[in-house]
T-cell receptor
C-alpha cells in the first residue's frame, strides 16, 4: 500500500530550466509535507517543508505548492543547476498516539544537464 | 553541531550470516529512527525509539531483525540471519523529540549499505 505517490520517476532538465516533481497522498491525517534531497552515498537531507494550512512556500529557488482539496503537492526548482542533480523524495508526516511517522514517496532522480 | 553518525558505511555478508549496524544520533536528540532503503525506493521505517523505549516497531521483521537503544543515545540494529532481500541501505535518523514542531524535522545519517550474497 503506497500512501504517497510520486512522479515522475526520473527527470532531465536543461540548466536554467524549471524542475517539477509531483506527489499525491490519501491519508488526511498527514499534517506536514517535507521534501528531501539525496545525493549518492549520502543520507536524505531536509530541503523544504510545508503544512497543509499553507498553499505555497518558497525558499530560494525551491517552492512547494500545496493543494489540500486535491491532496497533491509539488516541488518546483527554479533556475535548475547541475548541482541540483540528485534524487528527491516527497514525504508526509503523521503523528499521534506517541508514534511519529514519515512516509516517503519512491523518489525522483533529477539530472540537470549543462 | 555534528550530524548523525553511522558505521560501518559498507558491509558485505553471505546469506544466513548476522550483521550489526551502529548509530549515534545528534547530541540531545531524544527520538531515533531506523529506516530501510531498498535501491530505487524511498526509506521505509523499521523502528522508532523515544529515549531508550520503543515507540513503534510494527514494521520491523522481528523474526530476524532486532534493535536496541540501551542508554537513550546510541543504537544498534541487528539482522540474524540475513536474507538476500535484506540488501539495502540502512539509515538512521534523529529528531529533538516531542517539543513542538521539532518532532517533524528528521536528520539522517549517511547510511550503511548492506549487500547480502
Amino acid at each position: 500500500q503506497q500512501q504517497v505517490k510520486q512522479s515522475p520517476q526520473s527527470l532531465i532538465v536543461q540548466k536554467g530550466g524549471i524542475s517539477i516533481i509531483n506527489c499525491a497522498y490519501e491519508n488526511t491525517a498527514f499534517d506536514y509535507f517535507p521534501w528531501y534531497q539525496q545525493f549518492p552515498g549520502k543520507g536524505p537531507a531536509l530541503l523544504i517543508a510545508i503544512r497543509p494550512d499553507v498553499s505555497e512556500k518558497k525558499e530560494g529557488r525551491f517552492t512547494i505548492s500545496f493543494n489540500k482539496s486535491a491532496k497533491q503537492f509539488s516541488l518546483h526548482i527554479m533556475d535548475s543547476q547541475p548541482g541540483d542533480s540528485a534524487t528527491y523524495f516527497c514525504a508526509a508526516f503523521e503523528g499521534g498516539a506517541g508514534s511519529y511517522q514519515l512516509t516517503f514517496g519512491k523518489g525522483t532522480k533529477l539530472s540537470v544537464i549543462p | 553541531e555534528a550530524g548523525v553518525a553511522q558505521s560501518p558505511r559498507y558491509k558485505i555478508i553471505e546469506k544466513r550470516q548476522s550483521v550489526a549496524f551502529w548509530c549515534n544520533p545528534i547530541s540531545g536528540h531524544a527520538t531515533l529512527y531506523w529506516y530501510q532503503q531498498i535501491l530505487g525506493q524511498g526509506p521505509k521505517l523499521l523502528i522508532q525509539f523515544q529515549n531508550n523505549g520503543v515507540v513503534d516497531d510494527s514494521q520491523l521483521p522481528k523474526d530476524r531483525f532486532s534493535a536496541e537503544r540501551l542508554k537513550g543515545v546510541d543504537s544498534t540494529l541487528k539482522i540474524q540471519p540475513a536474507k538476500l532481500e535484506d540488501s539495502a541501505v540502512y539509515l538512521c535518523a534523529s529528531t529533538r523529540g516531542l517539543a513542538g514542531g521539532s518532532i517533524r524535522e528528521q536528520y539522517f545519517g549517511p547510511g550503511t549499505r548492506l549487500t547480502v550474497t
